[in-house]
């Protein structure tokens, strides 16, 4: 990317569509230009574009914020992809090591072999990691290192092949921006939340959004398991509304009074409903942990399935807008008998905006800025360049070209009589190139 265009991305939330711009130094080192976001209503369903139509078109509104607030215009984003089916698949790779050394071109054929994998009735997305063992020992750095045989362990993201349509669809389609790459909300959001301590000890990375939450199960520094579980902050909100609230009541409800557990600290319920006095906090509070206790048995079967029960040694690390509810970290940690931290992005990677570092709500957005590194900024002409195309005579219309001859020449080459012959022509020449004139000069 150059330093002087910047890098734009949109995350499609199931609740909201956020957009960040900003762009990187020679340290990789993120500065924050814009950021915004915009409700979705109901055009997102489980992080999947659900209506093409009212997408493209908040997207198109949300980019014009972005535009206004830097007085610059985006011609290309790079866009979350998300949804329900995201899940990894284990895929393994061996190869004989003809030359008894493990060389860069073997360990771009493994990757080449794991790119080019496709699951039946999925399709494969990105490659997240990898593992690589060398005459069966695990080798971390296998370039160089000598052996018979290397066997590498990829962790692929795969999810239902409909998934990028109909972003496409409403983005491409619908405002006429170029889509320059996917990222993967959940790896985006691990990137820029989770410390390479955690990674290597061991830890479940949850990112609580609206319509779903991703578990991630991290050890050895590798991911093992990803998957997108179909609960997130608007299920609490829907089963708040059955309690005879609207769904913007309950939702003002939920952040406003919802707790995950009682503070033991102070009482629960010490003051009255100011404004809804019919409002019943404490089953308010029991609705929640129900929900609560579906989401928390969802993750134990994952936590489960990756193998690694008991081994996780850095606890559970939550991020996401849904993970700001009142003592759900500590929920968790008494539910899940686990160490439980709270994550935003880290400020090793942003150097300004604290509001959105310290927001759950954005760490998928302000990841994805760490795998973007192409210029999304509009390539205008030089203004120096336009006013010398304003400028260009007439004779650059239809008549111009190597035979089109100045009036001086003219006057000199041909006699008095001779132009008065051909004055027809001379004069629908003149006429055609005039009306050519006028409209280069507007």
């Known amino acids: ?42 055009s997102i369903r489980r992080g999947v574009v659900y209506n093409i139509e009212q997408v493209g078109a908040n997207v198109h509104k949300l980019v014009m914020m972005l535009e206004n607030s830097m007085g610059r215009k985006i011609a290309k984003v790079y866009v ?23 060389t860069e071109e073997v360990v771009a054929q ?5 790119e080019k994998f496709q699951p039946e009735m999925m399709c494969n997305y990105r490659v997240a ?42 983005i491409v389609a619908k405002t006429g921006l170029e889509i320059v790459d996917f990222v993967v909300g959940p790896t985006a959001a691990a990137e820029i939340c989770l410390n390479e301590e955690e990674k290597e000890l061991g830890c479940v990375f949850i990112d609580f959004g609206a319509g779903t939450s991703s578990v991630s199960v991290y050890k050895g520094g590798i991911l ?54 019919d409002v019943d906090l404490t089953e308010l509070n029991k609705v929640i942990g129900m929900r609560l206790d579906e989401i928390i048995a969802n993750i134990e079967e994952q936590i489960m399935l ?30 899940l008998k686990m160490p439980v931290r709270k994550a935003v992005a880290k400020k090793t990677f942003i150097n300004n905006a604290p509001e959105l570092i310290n927001d759950p709500a954005f760490t998928h957005a302000l990841g994805m800025l760490i795998f973007a590194d192409e210029d999304c900024e509009l390539s205008l002409p030089d203004s120096s360049e336009k006013n010398e195309e304003e400028n260009k005579p007439a004779s650059s219309g239809w008549f111009s070209g190597k035979n089109k001859k100045s009036k001086s020449e003219k006057k000199e080459k041909k006699p008095k009589s001779e132009k008065q012959e051909g004055g027809f022509f001379t004069k629908i020449e003149d006429v055609l190139g005039g009306i050519f004139s006028e409209e280069e000069d507007e």
Do not use: C
């Not at 493994?110 to 794991?114: G, Y």
């Open 224 to 277: 093992r398991r990803m998957v997108v579980i179909p609960f997130g902050g608007k299920n609490l909100t829907r089963d708040i509304s059955a309690l005879n609230f609207t769904e913007n009541d309950a939702e003002q409800l939920k952040i406003k009074f919802g707790r995950a557990m009682e503070n033991r600290d102070a009482p629960l319920f010490t003051s009255p409903f100011a404004v809804k006095p």
């Open 306 to 335: 990756s193998g690694y029960e008991g081994k996780l040694g850095a606890g559970l690390i939550i991020t996401g807008g849904a993970s700001q509810l009142k003592n759900l970290d500590l929920y968790l940690a008494q539910k």
């Open 80 to 102: 979350s992809l998300s949804g329900q089916s995201l899940h990894t698949l284990e895929f393994n790779e061996m190869k004989h090591l003809t030359a008894g050394m493990v």
């Open 129 to 170: 990691d990898v593992e690589y063992y060398i005459d069966d020992k695990p080798e971390r750095s296998p370039i160089g290192v000598t052996g018979s045989q290397i066997e590498a362990g990829y962790e692929l993201i795969v999810g239902r092949p409909n998934l990028l349509s109909n972003i496409e669809k409403s």
């Open 110 to 114: 493994l990757h080449k072999a794991a």
């Open 1 to 42: 990317m150059t330093h002087s265009g910047f890098i734009a991305v949109i995350d499609l939330g199931t609740s909201r569509i956020k957009g960040v711009v900003g762009r990187k130094n020679e340290h990789n080192v993120i500065s924050i230009l814009a950021s915004g976001s915009i409700d979705a209503g109901n």
